[in-house]
C-alpha cells in the first residue's frame, strides 16, 4: 500500500507536467469607420465656409420655442435666428446680415 502523502504529491506533479491548453485570441484587426458624407452634410459644410457660430446660454424652454415656431413655419432655426438678427441691426441703424 502507497503512502498517501505520496500519491498526493505525484498527483500534483503529474498535474504540472499536463498544461491545461490556453484560449486562444485572435487579435482581430480594427477596422478605420468610414462615414460617408451625404450630399445634404457637403452643402452645410460648404455654406458655412467663412462663418462663425454665434451663440447664448438660454433657458431649455427658448430652445424648445425656437424649434416650434421653426416647424410651424416650416424653417429652420438658422433662419429664424437670422431674422430676429436683421430685426435688431435694423433697429438700431446696422447692416442687414445679407448686406454685410
Known amino acids: 500500500m502507497a503512502n498517501s502523502l505520496q500519491e498526493v504529491l505525484n498527483r500534483a506533479n503529474t498535474n504540472k ?5 490556453e484560449p486562444i485570441v485572435e487579435e482581430v484587426p480594427k477596422k478605420k469607420k ?44 438658422q433662419a429664424l435666428l437670422q431674422e430676429a438678427l436683421d430685426l435688431l441691426f435694423a433697429k438700431k441703424g446696422k447692416k442687414l446680415i445679407n448686406d454685410i
Do not use: D, Y
Open 34 to 77: 468610414t462615414i460617408e458624407k451625404t450630399s445634404i452634410e457637403r452643402s452645410k459644410k460648404e455654406n458655412r465656409s467663412n462663418t462663425v457660430l454665434i451663440g447664448g446660454h438660454f433657458p431649455p424652454e427658448v430652445s424648445r420655442q425656437l424649434r416650434i415656431i421653426a416647424a410651424e413655419e416650416g424653417t429652420t432655426n
Open 17 to 21: 507536467l499536463i498544461k491545461k491548453p
